[in-house]
């Protein structure tokens, strides 16, 4: 499967932004999905996965509360709501699949996008 992220650019602190995740193939239903994130000079982070159906939902414990996974199986999309912002999400956002149930660790996920850079100003 191929994916695609977009959605990020520049917002202030305490605002909002929606990342999607496109995805080709007719499997993508099949796919747990993923987002991930990683700022500079650190390295990658679980922000928040989803399962097939939707119907499990897992959040890094930074983003609890703030961001919102959901997915669209018709039209092969994974969404991240991003609420709240603060200076310290800024990262680029990448989004990750992979066959089974969701996962915490990024090297268990096969398929990843080339990510979308959100940058969050004090």
């Known amino acids: 499967v191929q994916l695609q992220a977009s959605g990020g650019g520049l917002v202030q602190a305490g605002g909002s932004l929606r990342l999607s995740c496109a995805a080709s193939?007719?499997?993508?239903?099949?796919?747990?999905m993923a987002w991930f994130c990683q700022a500079p000079g650190k390295e990658r982070e679980f922000v928040a996965a989803?399962?097939?159906?939707?119907?499990?939902?897992f959040y890094g414990d930074s983003v609890k509360g703030r961001f919102t996974i959901s997915r669209d199986n018709a039209k092969n999309t994974v969404y991240l709501d991003l609420n709240s912002l603060k200076p310290e999400d800024t990262a680029v956002y990448y989004c990750?699949?992979?066959?089974?149930?969701?996962?915490?660790?990024?090297?268990?996920?096969?398929?990843w996008g080339q990510g979308t850079l959100v940058t969050v100003s004090s």
């Open positions: 990750a699949a992979r066959s089974g149930p969701p996962l915490y660790s990024d090297y268990m996920y096969n398929y």
């Open positions: 193939g007719r499997t993508f239903s099949s796919y747990s």
């Open positions: 989803i399962s097939w159906n939707g119907g499990s939902t």
